[in-house]
């Protein structure tokens, strides 16, 4: 059990458009969803929090207006990058916690902007 | 501010060595040290340590927790190839954020 699902896997998309990446959580509900960033060769950096129903929290630096985060549901939470750049490829990566401390990790989008 | 530091950054061992893997950390309502296994996706889960001086262990895995040290060391004995992996540490706070350590990269040679 505890599966999440991230999509797309891979995405390359134009400079100035806007890409929506989901996370669901398969076989169980979660109560918060996290979304992650990760460079190449570097550790994770949490983005946000987000549970179901109510905005999410944004870690410092992050901007909430760029990264826009919805948690329609207890099994899905969607990123949306919007008006992406260059600097904004990344390895994205989502986790769902069922409140009991244990996050599980998607397997991660891969984002490239051109 | 919170942080999480492992030491050492990238590690080369041969089939059969056994390592120890170091992380130490400053975190304001620090609640459980989470250790994951990334390889090429994402990371999965290894433990979670919430109380000190608890050993746990998962076949040649094992890890503990120094809650007055403030660090944990994840222990590799009879390392093999498919250990191979960059090995993060994170910090759990009472709001179930996790900050990740950089990571140390294995490279088990055959």
């Known amino acids: 059990g505890a599966v999440v699902s991230q999509h797309p896997s891979r995405v390359i998309c134009k400079s100035g458009t806007s890409v929506k990446i989901e996370c669901r959580s398969l076989?169980?509900?979660?109560?918060?969803m996290f979304w992650y960033r990760q460079f190449p060769k570097k550790s994770l950096m949490l983005m946000a929090t987000?549970?179901?129903?109510?905005?999410?929290?944004?870690e410092q630096g992050v901007e909430k207006d760029k990264f826009l985060i919805n948690h329609a549901s207890l099994t899905l939470s969607t990123l949306t990058v919007t008006s992406a750049h260059p600097e904004d490829s990344s390895f994205y990566i989502c986790?769902?916690?069922?409140?009991?401390?244990?996050?599980?990790f998607g397997p991660g989008t891969r984002l490239t902007v051109t | 501010e919170d942080k999480v530091v492992q030491s050492p950054l990238s590690l080369v061992v041969h089939e059969g060595d056994t390592v120890t893997l170091n992380c130490s950390y400053e975190v304001t309502n620090f609640r459980s040290l989470l250790w994951y296994k990334q390889e090429k996706k994402a990371p999965t889960f290894l433990f979670m340590l919430t109380s000190s001086g608890i050993e746990k262990k998962s076949g040649r895995l094992s890890s503990i927790l120094d809650k007055k040290e403030l660090f944990s060391i994840l222990n590799i004995t009879a390392t093999q190839t498919g250990d191979s992996a960059i090995y993060l540490c994170?910090?759990?706070?009472?709001?179930?954020?996790?900050?990740f350590g950089s990571g140390t990269r294995l490279l088990v040679r055959p």
């Open positions: 076989d169980f509900q979660a109560t918060t």
């Open positions: 986790s769902a916690s069922r409140g009991l401390a244990e996050q599980y």
């Open positions: 994170a910090s759990m706070d009472s709001s179930y954020k996790l900050i």
């Open positions: 987000s549970n179901e129903g109510s905005k999410a929290t944004y």
